[in-house]
């Protein structure tokens, strides 16, 4: 153990710091099955913890990089042999569920399931809900800014946290947990946080905005034989369905063709030769009016010529199998080797985007499968593509869907983030400006450069 | 004219700076006769002569107030003798409305009404709405991350704007005109623009993100016997009107009395004996339905108890009225000196927190009055207070005011902002780190000090 080490163990005490094959025997990432490679796994019970490591990292010019559930598909949180992985798994406490001003202040290492289910005790909703909800955390919730797909009624992390706590690199305990909707009291500082995928800050505490919970869950899918109609439906759902629109997931043809045919376990609910499908939710406060709003939506939509087909869920279970459906994107993992993407751009380049996509690969591979489907609501397409094999592919495959998306200003990273995955493409999204304002404010934030060194952009330019 | 204000006539052309009677016959504020007081205003056309203003001035240690529409109310603005006031008012172009994608580009010096109109021309709307609506500039909004009546629907000014372009201090252009909803490639620089007032940098164009225009709005006015009921009757409403709540607002008895008594022109529509109302709007997809779900909300608060009395606008006269008599706040200048403050708590303080400045206004003033008011869904209070006369008085009624927030949590503004007004009270609502971090983005994106100079918080500690 180095002298630093042995320092840290001081602060944190028996049990907080790991080396060796209690290192190496956890897997770095969900999707990665390689042992995690670091100096040492270090685990602080408390704010003051993390504050005391950070101060010696920093004055040691020791690198750390913050671990949450490691669910990301980025590399953002990925290690090498001589960094530290700071490890917020002892901080997960749930501190206050307060149902009259509905918040919840937690310890950025819970999980968010947990906090999903203690909203849910108190009859309230913590709406994010992403895949990895069994294991991702609050902290890594806020460092990537996470989506999923109820963005189109609530917004994305950034619009879920009322307050964060973070340790600057220094060793700073910026602590600003405000409580409220409204605060103009100054720079909102904690946005610093939010989206910066742990190189500004380690966030440790945070204030959560819970929400009522919905009364009624109303589902249907529907198909289009164009997409424009889909475009056309998106924007009529939005306005009949009024703030009660939760989730417009489209799939593409391929997609559905592929979530609906063995292996996958669900049948077709609809014809498999439309070009487009839409899953529709809304979560409203009538249980006995809001069934009866989405017949007379998708009526509307009928009427409009908006809609082929349509399925309208008339019970929970089938609701939940139309979300199986959806949801099943592991059918993708019949292809190998297989990449997933999530791109953002306006819904009016959409068709051609994915058009242009596909005669890339088709160009460069010949052979390929680009299964596409999307939270379209929100300008995000996901991509599961598989072309070629070995380095190459996945250099050609990235860059025919990252390349197209700089003339028309879509973003390499819908939800993501970049980490060292999307490093390389970040400038296909971002100008020169922007991203040296980003520099700009890791040199202010992190002045030695210790906090996940190398994720997002090269200090240097 | 100096050779600073020669080289910058050059760059903006005959028109472009204004000296003399032209500056200081020109109000500095919307509530402020005064003129301004500055050694010229120069008005830019584009985004390019903002750069090279900037860069001139920042290299000649000129101080720089970006003016939009003078219509804040906490000296965020004011400028002194020495100070150059750069005006966005040539700066006013709509550029895009894109009813497709919902978006729309606009210069920052379009007026906030305009851009509602914009909107209204192609069935969308921009939601945010405040009284300064017909002077209030979009920069402005930016820079105050404004609020407004909708706050609990649709957010503040930053849930509304997808991308911002800015100058900072030293020219450069950060063009960060993102136009998704989604986007998490890099940290997301534009949020360091929004609610900075000025400081950070000057906002030259903005991407707003529309919704589309509510086919219903129904709006209920209710009285309520206890605060208690008050809090119990927002969670209901929040849920059984799913996403359609649009306001929330609370009227203290003496608020109510004050709108609803002659010189105000409305007449009561409900007893003025309650303790408390509250004016309650749903905007909704179903035009035919919408009225019985508001009725249906109110017979279920009817029923718990919640609600002793109510009146549901029956047509549109009968709603526009409602809001007449909530929005008819200039009633308060029938006192004088007349004081108006914006500040957020918890809704479980509230009731306590109002007692406690009307106690501490008795024991200062004996004589005074405190018309209570506010945003309630979004923690938001607005006080309109009279007491005593002179400097001291006006010292007085702020700590009055201020002063209880510390221990509760509380923040001195929940939309106006800091400005000059509050500067001095800032420290009541955040902390040393959450200051010391605001001075650290301040001197990494303005080192010299020219924008905005001495508001919010002071650059030396």
Chains 1, 2 share one sequence.
Not at 243 to 272: C, D, I
Request: net charge negative; glycine share 10%.
């Amino acid at each position: 153990m180095t002298d630093l080490l042995r320092a840290i163990h001081d602060i944190v005490g028996k049990g907080g710091v790991l080396t060796g094959t209690d290192v190496s025997s956890r897997a770095s990432g969900i999707w990665r099955p390689q042992g995690i490679e670091a100096q040492a796994i270090v685990r602080p019970r408390s704010t003051e913890e993390v504050s005391g490591i950070l101060a010696m990292c920093n004055a040691a010019g020791q690198s750390v990089v913050a671990h949450g559930g490691l669910t990301g598909l980025v590399e953002g949180a990925v290690t090498e042999s001589g960094d530290l992985a700071l490890s917020l798994e002892r901080m997960n406490a749930i501190e206050e569920v307060n149902a009259v001003e509905r918040t919840m202040t937690v310890q950025s290492g819970v999980v968010l399931e947990a906090v999903q289910n203690a909203a849910e005790d108190v009859g309230l909703m913590y709406p994010l809900d992403i895949g990895g909800r069994g294991s991702c955390t609050v902290g890594g919730n806020i460092a990537t800014n996470a989506g999923g797909n109820r963005v189109i009624r609530y917004g994305m992390t950034r619009d879920m946290v009322l307050g964060v706590e973070a340790v600057l690199a220094d060793g700073t305990v910026v602590s600003s947990m405000n409580r409220m909707i409204k605060n103009n009291a100054g720079y909102d500082v904690k946005q610093l946080f939010i989206g910066s995928e742990g190189c500004l800050g380690v966030v440790t505490r945070a204030v959560l905005r819970l929400r009522e919970k919905p009364r009624s869950q109303e589902t249907m899918l529907v198909a289009c034989r164009s997409f424009d109609e889909i475009v056309e439906l998106l924007k009529l759902m939005d306005a009949k369905l009024g703030g009660t629109l939760s989730a417009f997931e489209v799939l593409w043809n391929n997609f559905y063709r592929l979530v609906t045919t063995p292996p996958a376990t669900q049948k077709p609910p609809l014809s498999q030769d439309y070009p487009y499908y839409a899953l529709i939710e809304a979560m409203g406060g009538d249980p006995e009016g809001d069934h009866d709003r989405i017949e007379q939506a998708a009526s509307e939509g009928y009427d409009a010529g908006l809609i082929a087909d349509a399925v309208i869920a008339s019970s929970e279970a089938q609701r939940l199998e139309l979300w199986a459906m959806r949801d099943d994107v592991e059918q993708v993992h019949q292809y190998s080797p297989m990449f997933i993407f999530d791109v953002s751009l306006r819904i009016s380049k959409m068709e051609s985007y994915v058009a242009e996509v596909n005669r890339r690969l088709e160009e460069t591979f010949g052979d390929y499968v680009n299964f596409t489907f999307g939270h379209i609501g929100d300008g995000n397409i996901h991509f599961g593509t598989s072309a070629g094999e070995g380095p190459e592919a996945q250099d050609g495959v990235k860059r025919a869907v990252y390349e197209p998306l700089e003339s028309i200003g879509g973003s390499v990273s819908a939800e993501h983030g970049v980490g060292l995955d999307k490093k390389k493409y970040l400038k296909l999204s971002r100008n020169d400006a922007e991203i040296a304002l980003m520099r700009t404010l890791k040199k202010a934030l992190d002045p030695n450069g210790i906090l996940n060194p190398g994720k997002v952009f090269d200090l240097a330019a």
